[in-house]
């Protein structure tokens, strides 16, 4: 039997799905790894704030609460937040004239307070009741602390992190819905070309098994063919982007870097791309052919 022959643009669109795949899933696991990164660093991590307009107070509250937190069983380290390190922090919003006038302690009238910012590590997570413990240390101590656990800052940024990786997972399962239906219209294509050679063949005893083959085998090489072109296009895209946001030198940006096993995985895409089509091809000749004869 003739190897029956698939259309032109088959090859064409499987490279687009496993492009756009192979791009879906490296956002997929960029975003999983910037999520575990921020996660472990912020997930033990404490701010107090001392809110206090008197320069003096704000002083000796900070000092206290210092002693009491490096005092408190569970907390790892402690640290405060330099003056320069603080300035920098708040240059974006008070500008360069709101910053000098926030490090001027010789002009009380200009100055404007800033709290004055604990940095402090526990060796575990910030649960509720932990937080609650130090809390009611430091209010002995110094009344005018606020604490607050560094990860429920980013909890809306991990929220939205979350659903952009279900909007990947959501993509890359059309995509292989997509491919699946490219696959199954191309093999119905080539089953009705190749009507009456197969209806020859079962009557020279040929069975719909080793038919199916026949069109399994020609996609499978079609869907090969697709599938690296695709994958060298993906990962082109990716880093290409990967650069770009390299540049940018922000701290989340940096911790979605994609490990040896997130290339491995982005390597596979067409493999997996490969054997979907061959399936499908397989199952519907198979069923194509019991209907037929």
Do not use: C, Y
């Not at 009238?109 to 060796?123: G, Q």
């Amino acid at each position: 039997m003739p190897q029956p022959r698939f259309a032109g643009p088959m090859p064409w669109v499987i490279a687009i799905m496993v492009a756009l795949t192979v791009i879906a899933a490296a956002a997929g696991l960029a975003l999983r790894n910037t999520a575990r990164a921020a996660a472990a660093e912020l997930s033990g991590g404490v701010t107090v704030q001392i809110v206090e307009a008197n320069p003096d107070e704000r002083s000796r509250q900070t000092n206290l609460a210092l002693a009491a937190l490096a005092a408190v069983p569970g907390v790892s380290s402690v640290r405060e937040v330099p003056q320069d390190e603080l300035d920098r922090l708040i240059a974006p919003w008070l500008g360069a004239e709101g910053e000098q006038a926030a490090a001027d302690a010789n002009d009380p009238a200009a100055a404007i307070p800033v709290p004055a910012l604990i940095d402090a590590r526990l060796t575990g997570p910030a649960t509720a009741p932990r937080l609650a413990t130090v809390r009611a240390t430091l209010h002995r101590v110094a009344p005018s602390a606020r604490i607050d656990a560094q990860a429920s800052w980013l909890r809306p940024v991990f929220g939205a992190i979350a659903s952009l990786q279900w909007f990947a997972l959501t993509l890359i399962v059309l995509l292989a819905g997509a491919l699946a239906a490219a696959a199954l219209l191309a093999a119905r294509t080539a089953l009705g070309n190749n009507r009456d050679t197969i209806e020859i063949v079962h009557l020279l005893g040929g069975t719909d098994a080793q038919i199916a083959r026949i069109f399994q085998r020609s996609i499978g090489f079609d869907a090969a063919g697709g599938g690296a072109l695709g994958l060298a296009a993906g990962l082109a895209a990716v880093l290409i982007l990967g650069r770009r946001f390299a540049g940018l030198e922000a701290g989340l940006v940096g911790a979605g870097a994609l490990g040896w096993s997130d290339w491995l995985v982005l390597a596979l895409v067409p493999l997996a791309g490969v054997g979907l089509a061959m399936l499908t091809a397989r199952l519907s000749v198979l069923r194509a052919l019991r209907k037929m004869l």
